[in-house]
């Protein structure tokens, strides 16, 4: 039996939503975070010694990395699903957005919400000036223009093709899913990219995705 080792709020969601996309049964253990710190708790690194999510068990094997955790399921226990045939076009599509989303779309999302944290975080009053004025000029001339490329280049993307491997829904869609909500709630995505937001419509109204929600628990990523 497959076991999700699945953190509130993060990137598990999608494999929750591979596993239903798949009609594969698994199991689901969950783990909260720290509400102050917002990090996963240490019963996690029982699991695995970073101790992150996800982090999914299959028989003996181990597996973490949302990526290699998708590619894993859809090799292993896919039957042909939610991935185009190799050596197609389409194919070397899906493997460029599934390393796409992690390795260039998520870094400056992510140091968004490290300097939008430094800027609201407490401090001593005469560290406070210096440390916001730092953290804004960080965002203003690299963090925010970066994001602003990633969103364009993304939006151009989906002029394409209806997916973003192809004409088909695949797994490279659900990989795609996580840095895209969090470009809405934290990067203002929003109706000036009508195709990514054509995009999120239509991946949070399939019925699998819905049905992960279900299973996984709150999700503040999704209204």
Request: without cysteine; charged residues 25%; aromatic residues 10%.
């Amino acid at each position: 039996m497959i076991t999700v080792h699945h953190l509130n709020n993060s990137r598990s969601q999608r494999v929750l939503w591979l596993l239903e996309e798949l009609g594969l049964p698994y199991e689901v253990k969950r783990y909260e975070r720290d509400a102050m710190t917002m990090l996963a708790p240490p019963e996690l690194r029982a699991v695995h010694p970073l101790g992150k999510s996800p982090v999914v068990t299959d028989g003996g094997l181990t597996l973490a990395e949302s990526g290699a955790i998708i590619e894993y399921l859809v090799e292993r226990h896919g039957g042909g699903q939610l991935a185009p045939a190799p050596g197609t076009p389409a194919r070397l599509r899906y493997t460029y957005w599934m390393h796409y989303a992690e390795g260039s779309a998520m870094p400056p999302l992510l140091l968004k919400l490290v300097f939008d944290r430094i800027e609201a975080g407490p401090m001593p009053f005469f560290v406070k000036p210096f440390a916001r004025a730092i953290a804004g000029r960080a965002k203003s001339s690299f963090i925010l223009p970066q994001i602003t490329r990633h969103l364009d280049y993304m939006e151009s993307e989906l002029a394409k093709f209806r997916w973003f491997a192809g004409d088909e829904f695949s797994a490279a869609d659900i990989q795609m899913s996580f840095p895209l909500e969090i470009a809405v709630k934290r990067a203002g995505l929003g109706a000036s990219r009508p195709r990514l937001m054509d995009f999120l419509g239509r991946i949070h109204a399939r019925p699998a995705y819905q049905r992960a929600l279900e299973r996984g628990g709150k999700y503040d990523l999704v209204d």
